[in-house]
C-alpha cells in the first residue's frame, strides 16, 4: 500500500478524541468486515450543482449540528492500569492477523453495528456490561487465550454489540498510548494553517459547504529525510449511519507540504459512486475528445485559480487509471510545476488534483 493510501486509510477511520488511531487500522480492522473462520484462520440547501465542461459537480449535503463525544473522558474514567495491560499482553503475543470466530457476523448485525457505534460515541450510549474475554457460560464472548471469536447462533443482540464497540474502544485508547506521533518541527506549517488551507481547497474546488463535516488533522513523516506531510481529513458525523442505509455520502482527503504549505492532493470519496471501467475502444474516443482536456484545463484555471500560464496538457497512459474508470490528465505549467487532474468517466467529475512541484535542481 502505498502513502497516500496508507494515510487515506487513516485519516477515514480516525474520529474525534483520537480514539480510532492508527493501531486500528494496523490490527484491528474495526469497521466490521467478514470475520475469518475459526477452522481457516453544499450541497448548500437550495444551490444547484454546478456545470463544469458538461458534467456536475458534485455537492455535499449540510449534516445535523456538530455533535459532541465523550468517549475518552468515559475510558478515562473507567479504565483501570490493569485493563491497559491485559490489552498490551494480549496484542504483544497474538499470532494471528485478526482475531478468528465460530461465524461470520451478518449484514444485518454489521448495519446495526454502525448505527449503534455513533450512538456510543456521540449519545452516550453504552454497555451494561463488558465483552467477556474469556471461555465461559456467555452466548458471545472473546477468548483472549485463543485469539477467537465465539458468537451465538441467533443474531447478536444490541447490548452484545455496543460490548464490541466497547471492546474496540478499550484497545484503541490503550494502544494509542503507546504510540509515539511524529511532531511538526518549527519550520512547518501549524496545524491551524493546515485546517485552513485544506478547508480552502475542498470548498473551492467541489463547491461544497464542508462546516459541519467532522475534521481531523495528522502529521506525517516520510522517506530518509523524514519529510513532513499534513493529511486532513473531512467526513460526515454520522458516516456509519448513511452507510448501514446505504445513503450517499462525500468524505475528502487533503495532503499538505508541511515545509512549503503547498497542498498537494485534494480527493473526493463518493460513497455509493460506480466505477465504470474503461476498455480500450473507450479510451481511443477519449483521446479524440477534446472535451476532456477542457474540462481539467478549467479546474486547473477556473476552480484551483491558477494563474501561471499552461505549456501543455496530456493523457496519461496507465492500466491502473482504466480498470478505476478515471481519465488522468497531466497539465503542465511555465515554470515547471504540473498537475494532475483525475476525473470520473464518463461524467468528467473531478476525483482528485495532485499539484506536482518542479524537481529541485541540486
Same mark, same amino acid.
Given at each position: 500500500?502505498?502513502?497516500?493510501?496508507?494515510?487515506?486509510?487513516?485519516?477515514?477511520?480516525?474520529?474525534?478524541?483520537?480514539?480510532?488511531?492508527? /493501531?486500528?487500522?494496523?490490527?484491528?480492522?474495526?469497521?466490521?468486515?467478514?470475520?475469518?473462520?475459526?477452522?481457516? $484462520?453544499?450541497?448548500?440547501?437550495?444551490?444547484? +450543482?454546478?456545470?463544469?465542461?458538461?458534467?456536475?459537480?458534485?455537492?455535499?449535503?449540510?449534516?445535523?449540528?456538530?455533535?459532541?463525544?465523550?468517549?475518552?473522558?468515559?475510558?478515562?474514567?473507567?479504565?483501570? $492500569?490493569?485493563?491497559?495491560?491485559?490489552?498490551?499482553?494480549?496484542?504483544?503475543?497474538?499470532?494471528?492477523?485478526?482475531?478468528?470466530?465460530?461465524?461470520? #457476523?451478518?449484514?444485518?448485525?454489521?448495519?446495526?453495528?454502525?448505527?449503534?457505534?455513533?450512538?456510543?460515541?456521540? @449519545?452516550?450510549?453504552?454497555?451494561?456490561?463488558?465483552?467477556?474475554?474469556?471461555?465461559?457460560?456467555?452466548?458471545?464472548?472473546?477468548?483472549?487465550?485463543?485469539?477467537?471469536?465465539?458468537?451465538?447462533?441467533?443474531?447478536?443482540?444490541?447490548?452484545?454489540?455496543?460490548?464490541?464497540?466497547?471492546?474496540? /474502544?478499550?484497545?484503541?485508547?490503550?494502544?494509542?498510548?503507546?504510540?509515539?506521533?511524529?511532531?511538526?518541527?518549527?519550520?512547518?506549517?501549524?496545524?491551524?494553517?493546515?485546517?485552513?488551507?485544506?478547508?480552502?481547497?475542498?470548498?473551492?474546488?467541489?463547491?461544497?459547504?464542508?462546516?459541519?463535516?467532522?475534521?481531523?488533522?495528522?502529521?506525517?513523516?516520510?522517506?530518509?529525510?523524514? %519529510?513532513?506531510?499534513?493529511?486532513?481529513?473531512?467526513?460526515?458525523?454520522?458516516?456509519?449511519?448513511?452507510?448501514?442505509?446505504?445513503?450517499?455520502?462525500?468524505?475528502?482527503?487533503?495532503?499538505?507540504?508541511?515545509? /512549503?504549505?503547498?497542498?498537494?492532493?485534494?480527493?473526493?470519496?463518493?460513497?455509493?459512486?460506480?466505477?465504470?471501467?474503461?476498455? +480500450?475502444? #473507450?479510451?481511443?474516443?477519449?483521446?479524440?475528445?477534446?472535451?476532456?482536456? $477542457?474540462? +481539467?484545463?478549467?479546474?486547473?484555471?477556473?476552480?484551483?485559480?491558477?494563474?501561471?500560464?499552461?505549456?501543455?496538457?496530456?493523457?496519461?497512459?496507465?492500466?491502473?487509471?482504466?480498470?478505476?474508470?478515471?481519465?488522468? %490528465?497531466?497539465? /503542465?505549467?511555465?515554470?515547471?510545476?504540473?498537475? %494532475?487532474? @483525475?476525473?470520473?468517466?464518463?461524467?468528467?467529475?473531478?476525483?482528485?488534483?495532485?499539484?506536482?512541484?518542479?524537481?529541485?535542481?541540486?
Amino acid at each position: 500500500m502505498n502513502k497516500k493510501n496508507v494515510l487515506a486509510a487513516l485519516a477515514i477511520i480516525a474520529v474525534s478524541g483520537g480514539l480510532l488511531a492508527a /493501531s486500528t487500522f494496523a490490527v484491528l480492522h474495526f469497521v466490521p468486515t467478514p470475520v475469518p473462520e475459526l477452522h481457516g $484462520d453544499s450541497k448548500r440547501q437550495g444551490i444547484p +450543482a454546478m456545470t463544469l465542461a458538461n458534467s456536475k459537480i458534485p455537492i455535499l449535503k449540510v449534516e445535523s449540528p456538530v455533535p459532541v463525544t465523550t468517549v475518552k473522558e468515559y475510558l478515562e474514567q473507567t479504565m483501570t $492500569d490493569e485493563d491497559i495491560q491485559q490489552i498490551y499482553h494480549y496484542f504483544d503475543n497474538i499470532k494471528v492477523e485478526a482475531e478468528a470466530s465460530n461465524r461470520k #457476523m451478518t449484514d444485518q448485525e454489521a448495519k446495526r453495528l454502525k448505527v449503534l457505534k455513533e450512538q456510543y460515541m456521540y @449519545e452516550g450510549i453504552r454497555p451494561h456490561k463488558p465483552l467477556p474475554l474469556k471461555e465461559g457460560n456467555y452466548s458471545f464472548y472473546l477468548d483472549l487465550s485463543k485469539a477467537a471469536y465465539v458468537y451465538p447462533k441467533r443474531l447478536l443482540t444490541d447490548e452484545e454489540l455496543l460490548q464490541y464497540i466497547d471492546w474496540y /474502544s478499550r484497545v484503541d485508547f490503550a494502544l494509542n498510548k503507546r504510540i509515539v506521533k511524529p511532531q511538526p518541527d518549527t519550520k512547518d506549517i501549524s496545524e491551524a494553517d493546515a485546517l485552513a488551507k485544506a478547508h480552502d481547497s475542498v470548498t473551492r474546488l467541489f463547491d461544497v459547504d464542508v462546516s459541519k463535516l467532522e475534521v481531523t488533522a495528522s502529521y506525517h513523516k516520510f522517506g530518509p529525510g523524514q %519529510i513532513g506531510e499534513w493529511v486532513v481529513h473531512f467526513q460526515p458525523y454520522n458516516a456509519e449511519r448513511l452507510q448501514a442505509s446505504g445513503e450517499t455520502y462525500f468524505m475528502y482527503d487533503v495532503f499538505i507540504d508541511s515545509l /512549503s504549505g503547498n497542498v498537494i492532493d485534494t480527493t473526493l470519496f463518493n460513497s455509493n459512486y460506480k466505477r465504470t471501467p474503461i476498455t +480500450a475502444p #473507450m479510451k481511443e474516443q477519449i483521446k479524440q475528445d477534446h472535451s476532456w482536456i $477542457d474540462a +481539467a484545463r478549467t479546474i486547473v484555471r477556473e476552480k484551483q485559480g491558477e494563474a501561471r500560464v499552461i505549456t501543455k496538457t496530456s493523457f496519461i497512459e496507465d492500466v491502473k487509471y482504466d480498470q478505476r474508470g478515471v481519465v488522468a %490528465i497531466s497539465i /503542465s505549467l511555465e515554470d515547471g510545476n504540473a498537475y %494532475i487532474a @483525475e476525473l470520473r468517466y464518463p461524467e468528467k467529475t473531478l476525483r482528485c488534483l495532485i499539484y506536482e512541484p518542479a524537481p529541485k535542481k541540486k
